[in-house]
């Protein structure tokens, strides 16, 4: 069982450089979340996705753009890099009922030079 | 504004013994509250859960304590065990925003041999 998949596991930008970074998941899910890990921070809410094209704002949105592609996919673009976008990003997926269990992938470790 | 509060950033136990991982959250309006478990380089995984029409969920080890009166939970584990050792996360989120899941700081348990 896959789960969910993220791409790449970690990666190194310089200050201005831009990526996606992809996510995919296979049970099915209909919401999909984007977080970022930091120290002492917590997970925090990058953007979220209830249903298969629609994309909401979560708590620090700012720097980052995200596409549900389609209802397996959902990418987290940073288009332009910057240090303090250096984090671990984690991609979930849950039914989008209520309760709302969460399903992660292993996660992808930026760094931003 | 920190709405859900990890105050204990480590926590470590001989194996055998009782680990007791404290959660305190401010907002008023959750009512859903959740523990994830997260090993090194892995994405966090549920664990248990607990709505605020109980005060106690029990699954094996593993039991949640709520006190809504002093906006306060706690995941008890009997007995713990090594593989016990990771980061546990306490989360919460409400009825009608249970797509925003609001996540604490994380408490790192170590259960020594």
């Known amino acids: 069982n896959a789960g969910v998949t993220q791409t790449p596991k970690f990666q190194v930008l310089k200050t201005g450089q831009s990526m996606t970074l992809q996510c995919a998941q296979d049970?099915?899910?209909?919401?999909m979340y984007w977080y970022r890990q930091d120290p002492g921070m917590g997970l925090r809410l990058i953007y979220y996705?209830?249903?298969?094209?629609?994309?909401d704002k979560g708590e620090v949105p700012n720097g980052y753009n995200v596409s549900r592609l389609n209802k397996r996919e959902f990418s987290l673009r940073l288009e332009s890099a910057a240090p303090s976008q250096t984090s671990v990003y984690f991609c979930?997926?849950?039914?989008?009922?209520?309760?709302?269990?969460?399903?992660f992938g292993a996660g992808t470790r930026l760094s931003v030079l | 504004d920190q709405q859900v509060k990890q105050n204990s950033p480590s926590l470590s136990v001989q194996e055998g013994r009782i680990s007791i991982l404290n959660c305190d959250y401010t907002?008023?309006?959750?009512?859903?509250f959740l523990w994830y478990k997260k090993y090194p380089a892995e994405g966090p995984t549920f664990l248990i859960s607990?709505?605020?029409?109980?005060d106690k969920n029990e699954d094996g080890r593993f039991t949640v304590f709520l006190n809504k009166s002093a906006k306060h939970l706690s995941l008890h584990i009997v007995p713990s065990q090594p593989g016990d050792s990771a980061v546990y996360f306490c989360?919460?989120?409400?009825?009608?925003?249970?797509?925003?899941?609001?996540f604490g700081t994380g408490t790192k348990l170590q259960v020594i041999p």
């Open positions: 979930a997926s849950s039914e989008g009922l209520e309760k709302n269990i969460q399903y």
């Open positions: 049970m099915n899910h209909n919401s």
């Open positions: 996705s209830a249903s298969e094209g629609t994309t």
């Open positions: 907002n008023s309006m959750f009512d859903y």
């Open positions: 607990i709505s605020s029409i109980k």
């Open positions: 989360a919460a989120t409400y009825s009608g925003g249970y797509q925003k899941v609001t």
